[in-house]
T-cell receptor, first 114, second 115 residues
Framework: AQTVTQSQPEMSVQEAETVTLSCTYD???????LFWYKQPPSRQMILVIR??????QNATENRFSVNFQKAAKSFSLKISDSQLGDAAMYFC???????????FGTGTKLQVIP | DTEVTQTPKHLVMGMTNKKSLKCEQH?????MYWYKQKAKKPPELMFV???????INESVPSRFSPECPNSSLLNLHLHALQPEDSALYLC??????????????FGSGTRLTVV
């Protein structure tokens, strides 16, 4: 079984500053993938970034990067130069085993202050 | 076309009504998913279709009936729902089950209210 834990229900950041969202996970699988999804008020879940567990290098997508600590089962998301459009609910998620089922964390609501 | 389109965006239905939610994608994806999301909660998996066949049913009550008539279309038929079924229903797709590791493409959801 997989579990994903997000311990920060809400976070806030000043525009143009950097913020880090935390996520820990647990899985017995050796082959798994981790994701961060963003859900703005428009409701559509958007894939922000993905990490393959077998890769040690942290994934980066423009202003978004992750800190993947495999031994600690930690997968945090760093947003640099925060913009107003980054305000959303962020869900950490994992996919393992037969790839049939994604497990989501409980989400972190990010507020961006102008 | 890199979108998943869900219709309707909003739906209000009585407990004796029959209605359907529709999800469509033209990305050639062969796996499609229905999720239910209550307010301020993560999405919960309901059904998974792979190559138009039902692969997973997460013990969903029979008042929810999925259908995948072709590789581009996924329906969710609703009948005799309860007020607690009010939620956002999200559809998603992936290339196939074994390339779901590239991530899902989600639709914008249908906001369902049962009165």
């Amino acid at each position: 079984a997989q579990t994903v834990t997000q311990s920060q229900p809400e976070m806030s950041v000043q525009e143009a500053e950097t913020v880090t969202l935390s996520c820990t996970y647990d899985t017995s699988e050796s082959d798994y993938y981790l994701f961060w999804y963003k859900q703005p008020p428009s409701r559509q879940m958007i894939l922000v970034i993905r990490q393959e567990a077998y890769k040690q290098q942290n994934a980066t997508e423009n202003r978004f990067s992750v800190n993947f600590q495999k031994a600690a089962k930690s997968f945090s998301l760093k947003i640099s130069d925060s913009q107003l459009g980054d305000a959303a609910m962020y869900f950490c998620a994992s996919l393992s085993g037969g790839y049939q089922k994604v497990t989501f964390g409980t989400g972190t609501k990010l507020q961006v202050i102008p | 076309d890199t979108e998943v389109t869900q219709t309707p965006k909003h739906l209000v239905m009585g407990m004796t009504n029959k209605k359907s939610l529709k999800c469509e994608q033209h990305m050639g994806h062969r796996a499609m998913y229905w999720y239910k999301q209550k307010a301020k909660k993560p999405p919960e998996l309901m059904f998974v279709y792979s190559y138009e066949k039902l692969s997973i049913n997460e013990s969903v009550p029979s008042r929810f009936s999925p259908e995948c008539p072709n590789s581009s279309l996924l329906n969710l038929h609703l009948h005799a729902l309860q007020p607690e079924d009010s939620a956002l229903y999200l559809c998603a797709s992936s290339q196939d089950l074994y390339r779901a590791n590239y991530g899902y493409t989600f639709g914008s959801g249908t906001r369902l209210t049962v009165v």
